[in-house]
């Protein structure tokens, strides 16, 4: 890919842009997404949906933006900043996912990642029933990849997940939704799936597996792979590669993530490509 030079010489980024949430504990949502951003050198923008009060052992409260607050956020970027890619995560009400929608809808760009951010890992439920709906009908049609993990795939296929074929059936239920490509995520499936993740469009289904990683520091692992798979989009990566690629980067980054807190740490970012690594 060419990047524009400017005139210091310097090479121009791609910019890419995250719909997020904050945790104030800096393991997942916005946090983890500027973090991904930098390391792989792209200008990372943000637009703040919700602000979380947080830590490794969970989330206490959440503070939704207004519509308003979220809209003025997109008119700023959206005047001055070229978008190459986006993502969003947590949306915590319906007015939220519809304002969003409506913004992405005037951007015209195909980069889009949705994570559609229901239940942590941890169980932490961010949205009720509304919100969900809003989700189906605004937002995930504009997905170019979708990534819920096990239990928010559960809820959007309306199906119980337990294995490896319950995964397939729930990612070609999901594409229904009208989003092109869906990434069901099996950080949450025990056994030898855990780590496994299925990835369908309407042409393929593939099996995406790298070594799975035994520790409890995972906290931030489902924003760090859409902000991967978005700074590769961004990079020119097919959707296909862009996950293949975010799959081993989240990898490694589990691999050095650390023990912060009681609870469960956050990923070792900046560690990844280490001579050590
Ligand atoms: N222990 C692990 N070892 C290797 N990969 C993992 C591990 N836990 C999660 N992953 C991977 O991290 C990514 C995020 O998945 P997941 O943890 O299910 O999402 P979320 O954080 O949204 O709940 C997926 O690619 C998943 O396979
Ligand atoms: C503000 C905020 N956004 C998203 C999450 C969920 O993070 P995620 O990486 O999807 O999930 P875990 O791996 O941490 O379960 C969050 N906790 N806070």
Redo the contacts with the bound molecule.
Sequence with gaps: MQLPIASNSQTVPPVVLTVAGSDSGGGAGIQADLRTFASYRVHGTVVVTAVTAQNTLGVERVDALSPESVSAQFHALVSDLKIQALKTGVLVNAPLVETVAKHLKTLNLSNIVV?PVMV??AGAVFVDSATIAALKSSLIPQALILTP??YEAQILADLEITNLATMKTAAQKILELGCQSVLV????MTGEL????VWASWQQLEILQ??????PH?HG??CT?AAAITANLAWGETPLTAIQKA?DF??QA?KHSYPIGAGQGPLGHFYVGFPSS
């Design positions: 994570d942590s890992r993990n096990r995520k099996g950080g949450a855990r780590g496994l993740d790298t070594e799975l990683i035994e520790t995972t692992s489902g792979l799959k989240v990898t589990l």
